[in-house]
Structure formats: structure tokens, C-alpha cells
């Protein structure tokens, strides 16, 4: 029992929540909400355009991201060398490191990126403009 409570307490609380949102397509939704707003602004005035700019909503997923997924690259290579006896410099074993980073960087930051930068969104949302109107919306079901 120890064990799990400590398991649990490592995860953001809203991890459930967020995942939910994933799975569902809101977060795809208000995303593609504020990318329009954003190469093409007309409702949110000029202090919401910069806190969605802000890369503090999505750089260090960003590079976390980046990081572990290289690692996860040369690990997946290193055993390919391991049990298939691959050479380290063939092109099928870089080839390998590559899809394998690539889609773990794919997965761990449309999560983690969701995680942080919905914060940012959350906060625009809870305003009284006409682009938070918009947004809030967007999030009530059809």
C-alpha cells in the first residue's frame, strides 16, 4: 500500500483529466482554436496573444521531451546490438533508433506539451473577452 500511495503522489494531479481531454479531441480542438487565433488575431486582444506566444508554456516539455526521446533512441539501438548482433553503424540499426525516438518524442510531448500548456489556455479562458468566450464555447458538448 505504501508503495502505490508513493507511485500516485509522482503524477500531476490533473493527469486523469488531461489524458481525458486527449483522448476526446478537446485539447485538439482548443488547440487548433488558438493556432488560428494566433496567425490570424481577431478576437484576442494583445496581452492573450502574448501569454499564448509565451514559450514558457511548452519549452521545457519541449526539451524533456527531445532529451528522453534521444535516449530512448540510443537505448533501443544498444539493444538491437545486444540481441540481434546488428553493427552500431549499420543503417537498419540508425534507422530503428529513429522511429523509435521519434515516436516516443511524438507521444511524451503531445502529453506532457497538453499538460503544461493547458494551464496557459485555462487561464485565457477564465477572462471576460470576446476570444475566451470563444474558447469556453468550443468546450461545452454539443
Known amino acids: 500500500?505504501?508503495?502505490?500511495?508513493?507511485?500516485?503522489?509522482?503524477?500531476?494531479?490533473?493527469?486523469?483529466?488531461?489524458?481525458?481531454?486527449?483522448?476526446?479531441?478537446?485539447?485538439?480542438?482548443?488547440?487548433?482554436?488558438?493556432?488560428?487565433?494566433?496567425?490570424?488575431?481577431?478576437?484576442?486582444?494583445?496581452?492573450?496573444?502574448?501569454e499564448l506566444r509565451n514559450p514558457r508554456g511548452y519549452v521545457r516539455p519541449l526539451l524533456t521531451s527531445l532529451v528522453s526521446a534521444v535516449g530512448v533512441s540510443y537505448l533501443s539501438r544498444c539493444l538491437l546490438i545486444a540481441h540481434?548482433?546488428?553493427v552500431a553503424s549499420s543503417p537498419r540499426n540508425r534507422l530503428v533508433g529513429f522511429i523509435v525516438g521519434s515516436t516516443y518524442f511524438s507521444l511524451l510531448f503531445s502529453f506532457s506539451g497538453w499538460l503544461h500548456y493547458s494551464k496557459v489556455i485555462e487561464a485565457v479562458m477564465l477572462r471576460e473577452t470576446p476570444f475566451a468566450h470563444r474558447l469556453r464555447n468550443l468546450a461545452l458538448p454539443c
Open 84 to 86: 540481434r548482433n546488428q
Open 1 to 50: 500500500r505504501f508503495l502505490i500511495s508513493k507511485h500516485t503522489q509522482m503524477w500531476p494531479k490533473d493527469w486523469g483529466r488531461r489524458s481525458r481531454e486527449i483522448g476526446s479531441g478537446y485539447s485538439y480542438v482548443l488547440v487548433r482554436a488558438v493556432v488560428q487565433e494566433l496567425q490570424h488575431p481577431s478576437l484576442a486582444n494583445e496581452q492573450e496573444l502574448q
